[in-house]
């Protein structure tokens, strides 16, 4: 809603108004109506900074909206360190010597030992002397590998392993103490993590095991079958507040603006074509904004100009070599400065009657292969990793269906659990399956306590939806062109009323905002609310937060994003976006037949059809033969009954000699048969 709010303002920015449309046809020979293209900016006689700079504000406020508005607030992984600590006397380590808590991190630092270093773990030292585990003094900590290894911290209990010269030192000191004594070693030499009292020493005596394992004759015990030892996995509702204020800030900044439009706006006549229908009422009641002798040319075709020369000493000289470009410009056409281009200037400009008609993307030109480019770029590269995922879960599959489907007694060890839980569990926890927060697979890891995490995992939850929200636009802006196309040529055959937003009246409608009608718009927002919801459960971050709050003194709590995704999601959204991708190439190809001139929002041909439309009746109004002229048969619109087009007729339309009748007496009171110009709290000049 936000979003379908500021594209409401854009259009009023970027809309002419009826005082401009003259203007900006004589210089830039047409421009669109009904889009919020920026590029209509450069199209305004006056203030166009300022409405260049509002048009920025609405975007640059925007931007957070799709960047920032699925980050800032959602629930986050929490682990706390064990809090049930286990003593085991044992006659020696042996082999387990030096070794932490797992064999995985023992391998991490097999480089470090064979230099002659003992990774020393505080975290197991302060826990054999004090009774607390504490993660902010774990040597996985110092290593950054907290995440690798507290990842699997689903045991309650810890227990500590040690030898008979260590038993009088155990539970014997507090936090404080350790810190200010046994823990100011000098870091540089070999045994800088080598934590010792007396004859007991972290690692020689003393060796700590994350499952509540007492080791026997070199080798650890089965976990304790308790309920006590297994911990609970803890979740927490996170707000970043970094993103929450900017997103307010830009939200606040976006509302302001709108509610200042809104008020300055109280009580004044609208101006801005925002609809076709506005612009053919504004020629209607205005003459001077009509294009004569134009009644049958396409829009954006090719227009005749009108260059009147003034002539100047340093190239105008007799015996000048003349243009052999342009409508009879003249001659001395280096220096451009002394040109004055017209080009609405009403030139007799014929056209044949035919049926046939270019497509969309004929119109558009370079700017629809462009739009296409990004689209297919993006349906491609969504198929190559849909189609690489596939190949992948159909590996996993059979490699599961190779070691499970079998007699029990044949099966693994080490698959027996993976076998029980079945493959539709074992294919969830590799891919993900729908994505969310607790049924993602990870991809990879960002580097914890970094504020560039922070951003890159703003930029993964939401980039692909901030890209699709661009590839959305474009998608609006062809539906525009072609609604309005469809109901443009509809007029040729129906008589109906205008839809307009800057006069009133019995003769006109007001049935929905803007362009798109309900029938499509609402579909359209429909789909584009499940694509954003895909892609967001396609591709994410999750965060995992350690905390260690035992030591008030210094509480520690470090933070992680993992890179999660989900495979149906990407498949599903990649089907989505392939039908867009169709969708799309069917809009640049549409055409319609039929002797009405293309419109696709053209300003420039709406004007050229209202030279004999007088007024605006409740029945509504209709194009087709308007008879015939001094030279050529004339088109248009009229209140009255048409005649046929004839094919293969040459059209021209009546110029300015022939329309002096066509204005009504009402026209000197400012009010054209059959509407009244609106006043309404809105007013469109921003």
Same mark, same amino acid.
């Given at each position: 809603m936000v979003l379908g709010m500021s594209n409401t303002y854009q259009q009023l920015i970027t809309s002419l108004s009826t005082s401009e449309l003259r203007w900006a046809l004589s210089k830039h020979e047409d421009s669109r109506v009904g889009t919020n293209s920026p590029f209509n900016i450069n199209h305004k006689k006056t203030k166009r900074v300022q409405a260049w700079c509002q048009w920025l504000l609405l975007i640059a406020t925007s931007l957070p909206v799709h960047f920032l508005a699925n980050s800032v607030i959602g629930p986050s992984v929490y682990y706390e360190p064990p809090q049930n600590v286990t003593y085991f006397p044992v006659e020696e380590l042996g082999s387990y010597q030096f070794s932490l808590y797992n064999s995985s991190l023992y391998s991490s630092l097999s480089?470090?030992?064979?230099?002659?270093?003992?990774?020393?773990?505080?975290?197991?030292?302060?826990?054999?002397?004090?009774?607390?585990?504490?993660?902010?003094q774990s040597r996985v900590h110092a290593a950054n590998g907290l995440g690798i290894e507290l990842r699997e911290w689903t045991s309650n209990k810890v227990a500590i392993n040690y030898t008979q010269p260590c038993d009088e030192?155990?539970?014997?000191?507090?936090?404080?103490?350790?810190?200010?004594?046994?823990?100011?070693?000098?870091?540089s030499g070999p045994n800088a993590t080598l934590f010792s009292i007396g004859a007991c020493g972290y690692g020689r005596d003393v060796a700590c095991d994350m499952e509540g394992r007492r080791l026997h004759e070199n080798f650890y015990s089965d976990p304790p079958d308790d309920s006590d030892g297994v911990g609970q996995l803890?979740?927490?509702? *996170?707000?970043?507040?970094?993103?929450? %204020?900017? &997103?307010?800030?830009?939200?606040? +900044?976006? $509302?302001?603006?709108?509610?200042?439009?809104?008020?300055?706006?109280?009580?004044?006549?609208?101006?801005k074509c925002l609809t076709f229908g506005d612009v053919i009422a504004a020629s209607a009641i205005e003459p001077d904004l009509q294009i004569r002798n134009e009644c049958m040319v396409n829009a954006?075709?090719?227009?005749?100009?009108?260059?009147?020369?003034?002539?100047?000493?340093?190239?105008?000289?007799?015996?000048?070599?003349?243009?052999?470009?342009?409508?009879?410009?003249?001659?001395?056409?280096?220096?451009?400065?002394?040109?004055?281009?017209?080009?609405?200037?009403?030139?007799?400009?014929?056209?044949?009657?035919i049926k046939y008609k270019k497509s969309l993307i004929a119109n558009l030109?370079?700017?629809?292969?462009?739009?296409?480019?990004?689209?297919?770029? *993006?349906?491609?590269?969504?198929?190559? %990793?849909? &189609?690489?995922?596939?190949?992948? +879960?159909? $590996?996993?599959?059979?490699?599961?269906?190779?070691?499970?489907?079998?007699?029990?007694?044949?099966?693994?060890?080490?698959?027996?659990?993976?076998?029980?839980?079945?493959?539709?569990?074992?294919?969830?926890?590799?891919?993900?399956?729908?994505?969310?927060?607790?049924?993602?697979?990870?991809?990879g890891n960002l580097a914890m306590n970094s504020v560039g995490s922070e951003i890159a995992a703003f930029a993964i939850s939401n980039g692909a939806q901030l890209l699709y929200s661009l590839i959305y636009l474009l998608l609006i802006y062809n539906f525009t062109l072609i609604t309005m196309e469809h109901d443009w040529g509809k007029l040729e055959t129906v008589r109906d009323r205008l839809r307009c937003t800057i006069v009133e009246g019995e003769g006109f409608k007001q049935s929905y905002l803007l362009q798109l009608p309900k029938r499509v718009l609402y579909p359209m927002m429909g789909f584009s609310a499940l694509m954003h919801w895909l892609l967001g459960q396609s591709i994410s971050t999750k965060e995992t937060i350690w905390s260690d709050q035992s030591d008030r003194a210094h509480p520690f709590e470090a933070s992680r994003y993992d890179i999660v995704y989900g495979a149906y999601a990407i498949w599903l959204s990649t089907v989505l976006m392939l039908t867009q991708t169709g969708i799309c190439w069917w809009a640049f190809t549409y055409s319609r037949e039929g002797f009405m001139p293309q419109m696709y929002g053209s300003i420039r041909a709406c004007c050229a059809a209202t030279t004999d439309l007088k007024s605006f009746p409740r029945a509504g109004i209709q194009w087709g033969d308007l008879g015939e002229g001094k030279k050529f048969r004339h088109a248009g619109f009229s209140s009255d009954d048409v005649g046929e087009i004839v094919p293969a007729e040459l059209y021209c339309g009546r110029g300015s000699e022939e329309d002096d009748s066509r204005i009504p007496d009402d026209k000197e009171d400012g009010q054209h048969a059959g509407l009244r110009k609106r006043r309404t709290p809105m007013s469109q000049d921003s």
């Open positions: 480089k470090e030992l064979a230099k002659g270093e003992v990774p020393g773990d505080r975290a197991c030292w302060l826990a054999f002397r004090t009774g607390h585990y504490s993660i902010s030192y155990r539970k014997t000191a507090s936090v404080t103490d350790l810190r200010n004594k046994e823990f100011n070693t000098d870091f803890k979740c927490r509702l *996170s707000v970043r507040m970094s993103a929450a %204020i900017i &997103l307010a800030g830009c939200l606040t +900044v976006k $509302a302001v603006y709108m509610i200042t439009i809104v008020l300055r706006g109280r009580r004044k006549i609208k101006t954006f075709d090719g227009h005749r100009h009108l260059v009147q020369h003034t002539c100047h000493p340093k190239h105008c000289r007799p015996g000048a070599e003349r243009s052999e470009t342009g409508d009879s410009i003249g001659h001395c056409q280096k220096c451009t400065k002394f040109n004055e281009v017209n080009k609405a200037a009403d030139l007799v400009h014929p056209s044949i009657a030109g370079g700017t629809a292969v462009t739009q296409m480019g990004i689209l297919m770029i *993006s349906s491609c590269a969504m198929f190559g %990793i849909s &189609l690489m995922l596939a190949v992948a +879960v159909g $590996a996993e599959a059979a490699s599961f269906k190779e070691s499970c489907y079998m007699p029990k007694e044949k099966i693994e060890s080490d698959w027996i659990p993976t076998c029980e839980a079945g493959l539709a569990h074992h294919l969830k926890y590799h891919f993900g399956f729908f994505g969310g927060f607790d049924i993602a697979a990870a991809l």
